[in-house]
């Protein structure tokens, strides 16, 4: 199960030492929550959705709603919190946990399956079912791509790129967000 945590920013003057506490302290917070086995941060490449997106992959729902997750700042930006708009959160049921993407590559999220992505590129499709919290949009589909075709794929109406602003973080209880250990 994936929990995707996405929004904007609003004040450049703060905006980097926001970015610093949510990737150095906040994002090794949540993956070190029971239930959370892996974590990543992202920045969209284009506008039209929001700037930031986080993708944790969690053993169920019941780990967003747990005491552990609460004191570990889950839900929480603290002093950041004014500035943070645009804000959905979403769970959705998938397989397997969420891919790991390098800085070679880019993210790309889209509302349906782009079959040319799959057949013409090669690219594997890891679709996602909306199941708790916002459940906007009730569906995605995920492609890891390379950088470099990046640029073709950068006008497709309802498909956003997103690059990495950190490696993917993993829990160091090695929980596979599947209950197993």
Known sequence: ???????????????????EFYSDEKLPALVSVTGFST???????????PVYLAIHTVKDADVINSEEYRLKGGGNFSRWQ?????????LYKCEGPAPAVSADEILL????????IETGLG???????????????????????GR?????????????????????????????GEGNS
């Not at 199960?1 to 970015?19: G, Q």
């Not at 500035?83 to 979403?90: F, K, L, M, Y």
């Not at 499709?125 to 995605?140: K, N, V, W, Y």
């Open 1 to 19: 199960m994936f929990y995707i945590v996405e929004c904007s920013y609003t004040d450049p003057k703060s905006e980097e030492e926001w970015n």
């Open 39 to 49: 974590s990543q941060r992202f920045q969209a490449l284009k506008p039209g959705c």
């Open 82 to 90: 004014e500035h943070i708009t645009d804000w959905h959160r979403n």
């Open 109 to 116: 999220l889209s509302s349906q399956p782009l079959s040319f």
């Open 123 to 145: 690219y594997r499709a890891l679709a996602m079912q909306a199941s708790g919290l916002d459940r906007t949009p009730e569906q995605r589909v995920a492609y890891v791509v």
């Open 148 to 176: 470099k075709n990046a640029a073709q794929l950068a006008d497709l109406p309802g498909a956003y790129l997103y690059q990495p602003l950190t490696l993917q973080l993993t829990n160091p209880a090695k929980d596979d």
